[in-house]
């Protein structure tokens, strides 16, 4: 992670009024009618053209029945036709909406499969501390800050810093943010979310000493003489992030609309939100049925909690445009941060292994629950232990609970990252059931450190898409925007060059692992469709299927390689309806 790593201060924090899905003491039948009077509404609200004609492009269907068009017709929201141009237009209705595309090239809508989409928009509204050179900038960055927003005591907080790029390579601590904001309590977490640096008045006020025991799931970094430096890792964040104000409902509803539209900008139709709190979900499907987002969203709440408690006694949640069937867990934390657990030690610090953010005492209850429930289960994953573990848990839930006593009998459930595995733990996917869902521009940026951190013989099964797919596993991509920029076209390069745009691309770096484009496409499309059980309505250019478009200026499954990063999203069609148009 790293290259274009950012996200916003305000991520994972708590909101207020974060209260029960349900309501308080809300029986489900009425909750089932409430959010289906919502779903009703969201269908009457939603932005979709009678009919639309895209001609004159080159459309790359996915179907491999009929791969390439140059024209398609959607109707009511749906693909009425797919093929030729003087065709297309025949077969549409009076009034509808014509548009040349001049060669240019039409795909499925592309799909994240896994993004986090409060997170996104505040990157848009707060301290943003992405692309940060060096600690020195980001001491001037802090800097201006405090002087942009002058007042005692009040908390300064940014994200986004990744040191892994800096020269040299080192955590910052609470003396280099003291020497900028002494008196005022500062927080900057980390690009992936699984650390963040104090400085001295922050720990003093969440009581942070040489005395204060590392939480489970979590570390204090300490300095030779066993002083906090400032650098938490994983849970231990919690001890100063409890102390942070939240963001108001109406800060995180405009955070909300701001990354959706910002999403389909950037050729997105849909997005895999990946862990939302109950305040979260509730805005999410007011936002969608009242027409201000347009993004699609297969939405999975946070858990174990309180969010997911609802969700295991209510069962899924189908509205038009935003879907709530999962579950997001953790098992471990981050490589970059060492809170990935490791099944040997860090290369680069041999004293540890990595952080395991729940047991599997813990989860394996909780999953048999979910699987009987229906519920899809995605667990972030980052080392090879914590990879094993989770696969060793989904293989006891899923014989603890045969298909026959299952609501779904095919659960699909996820590994969310899956970034490093040992090489007896791939086949297991296939044979499990179980989908990879990665992010390719994590290998890019983690190629920076990644070799350090794992060492030589571990990085055969690090970021292994092209191992997973020869062992037939389905693998779904996605950006996990906001720790990665979230650009598809970022996406489809690192799945396809495994080389930093800078040409940067060590030698170690297992290029083997490269995707071809056609496999690439289908990361966005075909994979996300399956993982979200829409393969019938999404994921390729067929008739019947929803009329969800993403169009390009360049086509990039023929330009070459260094040309993907310059192409851009010219058009966003989602239920037939263009939701963003380059003017």
Known sequence: MGVWASAPPSAGQRHPADAP????RLDHSILRTIFFIIAAIAL?????????VLTQGRVYTGDAKQPRAEAVLAVDGRIAFVGGAAEAQRRAPAGARVIDLAGRTVFPGF??????????GFRELNFNLEGTAGLGELQEKLRRRAASEPGPGGWIVGRGWIESQWSPPKFPTRAD?????PDRPVVLTRADGHALVANSRALA?????RTTPNPSGGEILRDANGEATGLLIDQAMDLVRRLVPGATEAETARAIVIGAEREVRLGWTQIHVAGASTSEVRLLQRLSAEGKTKLRLFVAVSG???AAEELLGTGSLVGENC????IKCYIDGALGSRGAALLEPYADAPASRGLLLNTPEKLLPFFIRALRAGLQVQTHAIGDRGNRLVLDLYEQAFAAVPPGERKVAEPRWRIEHAQVLHADDIPRFKRLGVIASMQPSHAIGDLYFAPSRLGPARLGGAYAWRSLLDAGAIVAGGSDAPVERGEPMIEFYAAVARRAPDGFANADWRREQRVTRAEALKLFTLGPAFASFEEKERGS??????ADFTVLSADILEIPEAEILKTRCVMTVIAGAIVWEQR
């Open 21 to 24: 899905l349900s309501g308080p």
């Open 44 to 52: 009457t609200n939603a932005v979709r053209a009678a009919a639309l």
């Open 111 to 120: 799909v994240d499969a896994h993004a986090h989409l409060v997170g996104i």
């Open 177 to 181: 943010l003291d020497a900028v904001v």
């Open 205 to 209: 006020l969440a009581r942070i000493d």
């Open 304 to 306: 174990p909690g309180a």
């Open 323 to 326: 879907r709530v069937r999962g």
């Open 541 to 546: 250019i067929e008739v019947g299927k929803v």
